[in-house]
């Protein structure tokens, strides 16, 4: 992903991903966010310590851990279970975001 150019973007997973993440970018010279936007999938307590603040996306996961359990046990009942549900979040935006690159 690095060998041609950089990415200008890249969405993280959890927390200790995008402070590896960061690291990496900072060992190479590429500064979030002048030269890539950083943007975390969980709002986590650490990212409260960080300046810039960290870009994330907040949701409650106390349904999805209900639904998983519940999909559990109605697959070890033999009950086919595919239902969809769908969670809110909300995207917090950050100071690792920066403006796009300029052609």
Same mark, same amino acid.
Not at 25 to 33: A, E, F, I, K, W
Not at 38 to 57: K, R, V, Y
């Given at each position: 992903?690095?060998?041609? =150019?950089?990415?200008?973007?890249?969405?993280?997973? $959890?927390? %200790?991903?995008?402070?590896?993440?960061?690291?990496?970018?900072?060992?190479?010279?590429?500064? @979030?966010?002048?030269?890539? +936007?950083?943007?975390? =999938? /969980?709002? /986590?307590?650490?990212? +409260?310590?960080? =300046?810039?603040?960290?870009?994330?996306?907040?949701?409650?996961?106390?349904?999805? @851990?209900?639904?998983?359990?519940?999909?559990?046990?109605?697959? +070890?009942?033999?009950?086919? /279970?595919?239902?969809? +549900?769908?969670?809110?979040?909300?995207?917090?935006?950050?100071?690792?975001?920066?403006?796009? %690159?300029? $052609?």
């Amino acid at each position: 992903m690095f060998t041609t =150019t950089p990415p200008t973007a890249l969405i993280l997973d $959890e927390a %200790p991903l995008f402070f590896a993440a960061q690291q990496f970018l900072q060992s190479l010279g590429l500064r @979030v966010p002048q030269d890539v +936007s950083l943007i975390c =999938t /969980d709002g /986590d307590p650490h990212c +409260s310590w960080c =300046t810039p603040s960290i870009a994330h996306i907040q949701w409650d996961n106390r349904p999805v @851990v209900r639904r998983v359990v519940n999909w559990a046990a109605n697959i +070890s009942r033999g009950k086919n /279970d595919i239902r969809q +549900s769908f969670t809110p979040a909300v995207f917090v935006q950050g100071g690792t975001i920066g403006p796009a %690159p300029k $052609e």
